[in-house]
């Protein structure tokens, strides 16, 4: 069975700090895809990203980076210099072949200014 | 484009009380789900159809009913409503490609039972 561990329930920052939220997932599968959601206070899910099981590469957007690595079963979510507008909850999420997300129980991200 | 758009936004309900939440995809996506959202429980899947004319259930199915009415709509039905039902409901869609499955979500409905 497939599950997502976020670890961190909240973290608050200083903005232009740097913040690194953890994944960690399990599968039994080698075909899967990690995802990375943002849910800002407004309340809807916005997608950020999706990483294929056998592209490790690492991918950098603008202020946002992840780091995919299948040693630790791990895929991290870096923002750079964080701001304000960085608030909000982000879950991780792993879908196995072309089934169905399963969601990690979301870290809460406090940037102040 | 709308996206995925779920009605209504928010709603009380009485406790044994019946309601439909609607939702409609505009992305001509195959693959459409429900989710609910808990404090402290993340996201979990109720029910989802994988195309037109099939539903299957999810994690948490108990006391929903679903129903896929064309391609575009599918809807979530409380048939007696209970407080434990008290969350927050997201619609989503997708295309399952060969390149992966990429989930796109409604904006939610609010919904309360006392």
């Known amino acids: 069975a497939q599950k997502v561990t976020q670890a961190q329930t909240e973290i608050s920052v200083v903005e232009k700090e740097d913040v690194t939220l953890d994944c960690v997932y399990e599968?039994?599968?080698?075909?899967?895809?990690l995802f990375w959601y943002k849910q800002p206070p407004s309340g809807e899910l916005v997608f950020l990203i999706r990483?294929?099981?056998?592209?490790?590469q690492n991918e950098i957007s603008g202020r946002y980076s992840w780091n995919f690595q299948k040693s630790t079963s791990s895929f991290n979510f870096t923002i750079t210099a964080s701001q304000v507008v960085d608030s909000a909850v982000y879950f991780c999420a792993l879908s196995e072949g072309y089934s169905t997300l399963t969601f990690g129980k979301g870290t809460m991200l406090l940037v102040s200014p | 484009n709308a996206g995925v758009t779920q009605t209504p936004k928010f709603q009380v309900l009485k406790t044994g009380q019946s309601m439909t939440l609607q939702c409609a995809q505009d992305?001509?996506?195959?693959?459409m789900y429900w989710y609910r959202q808990d404090p402290g429980m993340g996201l979990r899947l109720i029910y989802y159809?994988?195309?037109?004319?099939?539903?299957d259930k999810g994690e948490v199915p108990n006391g929903y009913n679903v129903s896929r009415l064309n391609k575009r709509e599918f809807s979530l039905r409380l048939e007696s409503a209970a407080p434990s039902q008290t969350s927050v409901y997201f619609c989503?869609?997708?295309?399952?490609?060969?390149?992966?499955?990429?989930?796109?979500f409604g904006e939610g409905s609010w919904l309360t039972v006392v």
């Open positions: 990483r294929n099981s056998f592209d490790e």
């Open positions: 989503a869609s997708s295309e399952v490609k060969r390149t992966g499955n990429t989930i796109y």
């Open positions: 599968t039994r599968d080698t075909t899967y895809y």
């Open positions: 992305m001509n996506h195959n693959s």
């Open positions: 159809s994988a195309s037109e004319g099939t539903t």
